[in-house]
């Protein structure tokens, strides 16, 4: 067993004043399956690259392991897998290739026919786990896994899942809350002020949350009373105490006799010192609180204001097949959408989901069956890709003609910082470019939003209020998306495609 410590660390990138860590300190246990989670921005893969010796940072960071980070980069993908696990690892022999085979029928492929093809001739999701497979190899490293599920269909990431769960030493990147409870042990969060270590999956570090944010309401909303109570009697200790003092050098009528000055000027200390103490008090409640609430992350509930289409029926699929040259796609896909309607489209990666979409948006996609699409709906859509986006959000907004003020105010809601408005959006992290498509759409008034997986690098919280903001708005949506959990609470029917890609015949 080996540890890595991080000491009092320190970083902030080159032309900022802003830490995205300030004097941080934490252990790891290197057998640990460790999930690393946080909000969008807050320094995940930062911390990953300082691991790697990416950067220059303050404090220490101690271990004697070497680390690995996924995904790599393929040099050239014309090569095989075994070429490239040779090229990235020196000690791969010839050999050995039996435990690449091993590792690839363990991520349910057959080694046959993934190992020798070229790797730019495998999908997304057989890149994902043919590079998996070729870091596992490396038995003595500690692996830092950078969210693995953006290309990973519903089967697919119940594959790696189970593939990582048999596996130890990794941190895991993943918002996917059903992927990280398959395979983790502990959590590593990156919260508002401080970072902690939980034993534990995913669903577990939430419960812990939700209990602890409770308790931190409950005790803040306690000593705004006692705050409130110790005003008022501190107020009404210092009145009494001038009021008695005064009357020291003030007659009583026209008698002779004269008050008690000693008794009266003890009396009014008395109060005095009683004021003094309420104060102590006070301060003492004004400190308690200060330390509440650090980490309470901000939810805002999101708006949305859809249309609703004059006529009920907005789409009517059928017997749709698609084609790419003589590659078949999909075949003899049925389904309607009318108002209220949200249908998942959903299926293995490659099985025509985009190109259903992109045949619904109008694009020129040759296809064979039905395809009936009313006149005139306005459609808002969110795509997979967020290579696009450049310049900053105002202009965004003008070319898109959204209203600025909502936009960044649902952007503030979805935990953009302040200093994330004067950036431009080719700096944004991949989650922060995924949420200026999002707040776009939700800034838009649309018959039908189509989203085409739009939580890629999305946080939890944020799809938490993604979710919510649907099944309070009900909207018209067509979407893909394989994170599990949000599916089964958004869809109100799924339509299932099965992968084809056959040669056509004429």
């Known amino acids: 067993m080996s540890t890595i410590t991080v000491s009092n660390l320190s970083f902030h990138y080159d032309g900022s004043y802003d830490n995205i860590f300030e004097n941080v300190s934490f252990s790891i246990d290197t057998n640990w399956k460790l999930g690393f989670i946080g909000r969008n921005g807050r320094g995940k893969t930062t911390f990953l690259n300082l691991l790697m010796g990416k950067y220059e940072y303050s404090g220490n960071i101690s271990t004697d392991i070497n680390f690995d980070y996924f995904p790599f980069e393929v040099k050239d993908n014309n090569k095989n897998a075994y070429e490239i696990a040779y090229e990235i690892n020196s000690d791969f022999e010839e050999y050995e290739k039996w435990k690449l085979e091993r590792e690839i029928s363990l991520l349910e492929m057959n080694p046959e026919d993934i190992l020798v093809r070229p790797f730019k001739t495998l999908s997304k999701g057989e890149q994902t786990k043919v590079l998996l497979a070729i870091l596992f190899l490396r038995e003595n490293n500690f692996l830092l896994i950078d969210e693995p599920t953006n290309h990973l269909d519903v089967q697919s990431r119940f594959t790696v899942a189970k593939y990582l769960n048999g596996k130890k ?253 004067e950036k431009n959006m080719e700096n944004y992290s991949e989650g922060q470019k995924k949420k200026v498509l999002i707040a776009k759409s939700l800034c838009e008034q649309a018959d039908l939003y189509i989203w085409d997986e739009p939580l890629n690098y999305i946080d939890v919280l944020s799809r938490i209020q993604i979710e919510e903001v649907i099944l309070n708005y009900c909207p018209t949506m067509i979407f893909v998306e394989h994170d599990e959990l949000f599916s089964e609470k958004i869809a109100t029917d799924v339509v299932v495609l099965e992968k084809r890609l056959k040669k056509t015949k004429f």
């Open 169 to 421: 030493s990794f941190i895991l990147v993943s918002h996917d809350r059903i992927f990280l409870d398959n395979c983790i042990d502990h959590v590593l969060s990156i919260n508002k002020a401080n970072i902690e270590i939980q034993q534990g999956n995913f669903s577990s570090w939430w419960e812990n949350k939700k209990r602890q944010d409770n308790f931190e309401l409950a005790e803040n909303d306690k000593l705004k009373k006692d705050i409130s109570r110790l005003e008022q009697s501190s107020r009404q200790a210092t009145g009494w105490s001038r009021q008695i003092e005064s009357s020291k050098t003030r007659d009583i009528g026209q008698s002779d006799n004269r008050v008690d000055k000693g008794f009266i000027g003890a009396k009014a200390s008395k109060m005095a010192q009683r004021a003094k103490n309420t104060q102590k008090r006070r301060d003492k409640a004004v400190v308690e609180k200060s330390k509440l609430l650090k980490n309470i992350e901000t939810a805002e509930s999101l708006k949305l204001k859809p249309l609703t289409y004059r006529s009920n029926r907005l789409i009517d699929i059928s017997d749709l097949s698609i084609f790419y040259g003589e590659n078949q796609v999909c075949e003899n896909v049925s389904f309607v959408v009318e108002n209220g309607d949200r249908i998942q489209l959903n299926g293995a990666n490659g099985s025509g989901k985009s190109s259903i979409i992109k045949l619904i948006l109008g694009e020129n996609i040759s296809y064979s069956g039905n395809v009936f699409i009313g006149n005139e709906i306005k459609i808002s859509y969110v795509s997979q890709n967020t290579s696009f986006l450049n310049g900053n959000l105002s202009d965004f907004a003008r070319e898109n003609n959204i209203d600025e003020s909502l936009f960044k105010s649902i952007l503030r809601k979805l935990d953009f910082e302040q200093i994330q408005f």
